[in-house]
């Protein structure tokens, strides 16, 4: 049987302050409560034979994975599909800001010179659909809360990618078998058409 694991990175240093990043460039890494639960994944996941990790582009990504392996040596690929969202303009807002923005808007309009909540969620769903092309057995994908929401949410077969399961824990592995995760695919496909 075939399992992905997707998690979200650690707390990031932008996540205490409460700012909104889509920017790898910009990201600031973990904090020191990210870093502690980047490690407890590491042994949360211990016991499992892991084939490969996916990361994004965003730095905290790779810290998490860093840290939750040690010298557990795990191949690791980028997949910049899961990065988090391009919300453009409203880069190093507030998470109040960003939220305002959303609460006004379709989730088809996109954020002021980045992408709209759909174009990620159809984006989320190629990257999904090329893990279930791979052949690795158990994939584990440290990216950012938003694809992991949409997946968890898909996979139950919602009618809104952002509930009822809304906040996604740090460094927390949500576990999927194939029929799963192509439900997700399949669900945000048809949410984000």
């Known amino acids: 049987m075939r399992v992905f694991l997707l998690a979200r990175h650690g707390q990031s240093e932008l996540n205490v302050r409460g700012v909104v990043n889509g920017d ?8 020191e409560r990210g870093r ?9 996941v211990a016991a499992v034979g892991i084939d490969v990790c996916v ?6 990504t790779h810290e998490t994975a860093d840290l939750a392996f040690g010298s557990r ?4 690929v980028v997949e910049p599909l899961l990065d988090d969202i391009d919300i453009g303009q409203l880069e190093g807002s ?4 960003y939220r305002a923005w959303k609460r006004e808007r379709a989730r088809s309009e996109p954020f002021p010179d980045g992408e709209s909540l759909d174009a990620a969620a159809r984006r989320y769903a190629d990257a999904f ?5 791979r052949d690795e057995t ?7 809360e938003i694809p992991v929401r949409y997946a968890v949410n ?18 927390t592995p949500y576990v999927f078998d194939e029929p799963g995760l192509a439900r997700a695919v399949a669900r945000m496909r048809e949410l984000a058409a």
């Open 138 to 144: 158990v994939i584990l994908v440290i990216a950012h």
């Open 55 to 60: 990361l994004t582009r965003f730095p905290r």
């Open 154 to 171: 898909g996979a139950a077969g919602s009618n809104d990618l952002d509930g009822p399961t809304h906040d996604i824990a740090n460094a």
């Open 24 to 31: 790898p460039a910009l990201d600031r890494g973990l904090s």
């Open 129 to 133: 659909e090329r893990l279930l092309a």
């Open 94 to 97: 507030t998470l109040a800001e």
């Open 36 to 44: 502690e639960e980047a490690r407890k994944l590491g042994g949360q």
């Open 73 to 76: 040596p795990v191949p690791r």
